[in-house]
């Protein structure tokens, strides 16, 4: 269970919100939470957001629905933070909808100024860089490229290389992952998490970390970036 850090004077860790990615509820990234909670001793909140949510990302309304829940989880966490910052933690389209939130200017309407709550993006293999993209993803990267609140935040770029003919692939996976990579990179043939290719999910700038055997979620492979035999990998990665 996620721990109400108003209750847990004790933690050791900065508190982490997790924004997981598109048409993905809450229930999958509970063992991520968990595993933050239980051995890096952070408290932990899982934005919500239903599959409805998703679907109204299409328009620049939807954004600003997810990313005021995004911020008022980062201001409840921030004022119990032992370091008075947070981490934030992107998985797929999450993290890439991040990177405007940290800026300190206006995006749909909103300014969220996140990069003053903020030290840490950790995305895990989210598509920041794409020939074929939403508008809004595009917008992002057009008008946020790289890592524009370097100074201010640490990003770390997870990505996932699946085998496709590996065991922890799924049916699914073999069947769609080529198609996938040529759409958002051109190329059919680069390595990815069966969903996003590497050069996609590296953002410009930022530290990478590659994670060997890796699916972009459950629908692509068994053990993916939230999974508990995987989390340990990048997490441990991270430093202070």
Sequence with gaps: ????????????????????????????YRPLADWIDQTAGAAVRIVPASKLDWLATSWGFGWRLLLDRVDAAVRELQSHSPTGRVTLIGHSSGGVMLRPYLADQTFLGRRYNGAARCNRLITLGSPHQALRATPLRARVDREFPGCPEADRVDYVAVAGRLDPLGANASNFSRRSAARSYRQIMGDPDLQGDGLVPLPSALL?????????????????????????????????????
Excluded: K, N
């Design 1 to 28: 269970m996620c721990v109400d850090p108003v209750s847990s004077t004790s933690r050791l860790t900065q508190p982490v919100v997790i924004f997981g990615g598109f048409l993905i509820t809450q229930e999958a």
């Design 204 to 240: 410009r700038d930022a530290r990478s970390i590659e994670l060997a055997d890796t699916a972009h979620g459950g629908l692509f492979g068994q053990s993916w970036y939230g999974s508990t035999d995987r989390i340990e990998r990048w997490w441990s990665q991270l430093g202070d």
